[in-house]
């Protein structure tokens, strides 16, 4: 089966050090503008998910999720996890380490969109 989500190897590496100084992480892309754009890292007892909330899959143990409406344009495209030098988004657990995790997306190939899953959503 085709995976809605992967990472790189800078993104598992900054995960695993969240992780070990935070426990257990989750990410959540909700869309918009500015912050919104790109995905929150957060610990995984603070968030809650709306029964919209698109469940991508999982890197290195932390679940990432998507805003409905942020899904909606982007169902077709592969989303790839990455952590790239500079700052992280003011409320974002990597704020400070000097690294970003940033969102990269490519369109799947024909072959893929028929081996992938059906989007799993959180309450419905």
Known sequence: ???RISATPEAIALIQKLTAQYGPIIFMQSGGCCEGSGPLCM???EFRPSPS???LGEIA??????SDSHFSFSQNTHTILDAVPGSGGSF?????????FITKSRLYTDHELQ????AKRCGY
């Open 92 to 100: 974002s657990l990597e704020c400070g380490t000097g690294q970003a």
């Open 115 to 118: 081996q992938l899953d059906p």
């Open 43 to 45: 610990p995984a007892n």
């Open 61 to 66: 143990d932390a679940v990432f999720y998507m």
């Open 53 to 55: 909330d698109v469940i």
């Open 1 to 3: 089966m085709t995976k």
